[in-house]
């Protein structure tokens, strides 16, 4: 075989064999596990709540609630804040331990909620970010 095509060969599978170490790590948790989600509906208010796992976080700007596609302002209640470098954001604000969103429902009915849903992404530390999260109450 061409000495060529073989160091190719080699560096190619050498780089997939190693790409793919860090996805097959039996520690890393499914997220749902991860970020263990609770949310309720109040009279006035949605209520969405993290508990996140030692070496885990969420992405402060990944975190959303909407109404059908329309935003619903929120105020970050109970939080573990802190500012991070990130590889991919760069300087980016993550939350660790616990967070709590409050959401008011201003001009907005109860019975005006059709298809409420909370969307997050978090990561692993050093390991893997998870794909955006969507779930709908």
Not at 19 to 45: G, M, P, Y
Not at 112 to 125: D, H, P, R, S
Request: proline share 2%.
């Amino acid at each position: 075989m061409n000495p060529k095509k073989l160091l190719y060969l080699f560096v190619f599978l050498t780089g997939f064999i190693f790409s793919n170490v860090q996805f097959s790590e039996k520690d890393i948790l499914n997220v749902d596990e991860a970020f263990i989600l609770n949310t309720k509906i109040e009279e006035n208010k949605i209520i969405a709540s993290w508990k996140i796992k030692p070496g885990y976080y969420l992405y402060k700007k990944s975190i959303l609630i909407k109404n059908d596609n329309d935003l619903i302002e929120h105020n970050f209640i109970s939080k573990n804040e802190l500012v991070v470098f990130d590889e991919f954001f760069g300087e980016t604000i993550i939350f660790k331990d616990f967070l709590q969103v409050d959401a008011k429902l201003r001009n907005i009915k109860l019975d005006k909620l059709k298809n409420i849903k909370v969307a997050y992404q978090g990561c692993a530390e050093g390991k893997y970010c998870y794909p955006k999260i969507v779930k709908s109450l």
